[in-house]
């Protein structure tokens, strides 16, 4: 957008458009910064700001398996399941 700033620059005199301090988790550019008040306002100066990239790194050491179940492991974990759901199918038609 269109800024300006509480010093004016008289004319023929040099000016230096400068970020200061970066704004937190961002980096500023500033594009014709510089230069000399030619009788009018400057309106060619640009300041342009990016967020920063983050960068997490790769753990150090030996990462650690995700322990999962095998396909034999759930097709007997289904087994045991339908076993105890068949008893208990059973149990409440018996109770009837």
């Known amino acids: ?3 300006t700033f509480a010093t004016l620059v008289a004319n023929s005199s040099p000016y230096a458009v400068t970020v200061l301090t970066q704004p937190t988790g961002q980096t500023c550019t500033v594009t014709a ?14 300041v342009n700001c990016v967020d920063d990239v983050v960068v997490i790194p790769p753990p150090s050491g030996p990462v650690a398996p995700v322990p999962t179940m095998s396909a034999y492991g759930l097709v007997l974990t289904m087994l045991g399941l339908l076993l105890v759901a068949s008893r208990r199918l059973r149990a409440s038609v018996s109770r009837r």
């Open 1 to 3: 957008g269109i800024f």
């Open 33 to 46: 910064g510089s230069g000399a008040v030619a009788g009018a306002n400057v309106t060619s100066v640009a």
